[in-house]
């Protein structure tokens, strides 16, 4: 039996997932992206902002077997669940610890459990029922890009061995069981900005660097002379 799917992506990792869906014919697609760089083809369309989302699919007639969400921006307001029977959203956190913004980021300062999960939505941030997950360890010394790249790496697998079953009906997915921990992009600011008169210890100092960089780029600084400068960290393995 034919499955209508609503997939929502937001990063270039949803292109690996419309690829893989695209190999099953009783898969009927409807795919929107909210970045304009993702428009592969003609079947993908474009959702430029958030009002523009919510009022599509208020006047749109259309319902859904799933919605599936892959690093989707925005969170989809309660008057639009009536449009799908299930959904799917992919997290980058070992939830509930990470519920929110930037997990991986968060978890390098603040040390808790991460990995991945896949898991339904509800009207709320990232606190529906999982349907799969699976725990990452990371090295003391990791980076926010680090965890990124492992994180895309590995939900993605996740979901690839298990979205047949969960659409089939095959799984049921479970409470989320631990202490909620509930992540805002306000939080990290006040890791950004470092004093030269602080004393830091060397490890704190390398966590914060590393958590607050991505590649070369860098949201640390610090004033000298009124002057702002970058300052950015780099933790090379040199022997065993």
Do not use: C
Request: glycine letters at 4%; zero cysteines; proline letters at 3%.
């Amino acid at each position: 039996m034919e499955k209508k799917i609503l997939l929502l992506i937001g990063k270039p990792i949803g292109i690996d997932v419309i690829n893989f869906l695209t190999k099953f014919s009783n898969l009927d697609l409807e795919i929107w992206s909210s970045n304009n760089e993702l428009l592969i083809n003609k079947k993908v369309k474009y959702l430029k902002d958030k009002k523009k989302f919510i009022n599509y699919f208020l006047r749109s007639k259309k319902n859904y077997d799933f919605l599936i969400l892959v690093y989707w921006p925005w969170l989809v307001p309660g008057n639009l669940f009536g449009k799908f029977k299930n959904s799917i959203n992919f997290h980058p956190a070992y939830l509930p610890f990470g519920r929110g913004w930037y997990p991986h980021v968060h978890t390098l300062i603040k040390k808790f459990k991460w990995g991945v999960s896949l898991h339904k939505i509800l009207p709320g941030m990232d606190d529906g029922d999982i349907w799969f997950q699976k725990e990452i360890k990371f090295h003391k010394f990791s980076n926010a890009k680090d965890l990124y790249d492992k994180s895309k790496d590995e939900i993605l697998k996740l979901f690839k061995k298990n979205v047949i079953k969960i659409i089939k009906g095959k799984v049921k997915a479970k409470k989320q069981k631990g202490r909620v921990i509930t992540l805002y992009k306000k939080d990290l600011l006040k890791y950004d900005e470092l004093k030269l008169n602080k004393n830091y210890k060397l490890e704190d100092l390398i966590k914060i660097s590393n958590a607050r960089s991505f590649g070369k780029k860098t949201f640390n600084y610090f004033f000298y002379k009124k002057n702002k400068y970058s300052f950015n960290l780099e933790i090379k393995k040199i022997s065993n």
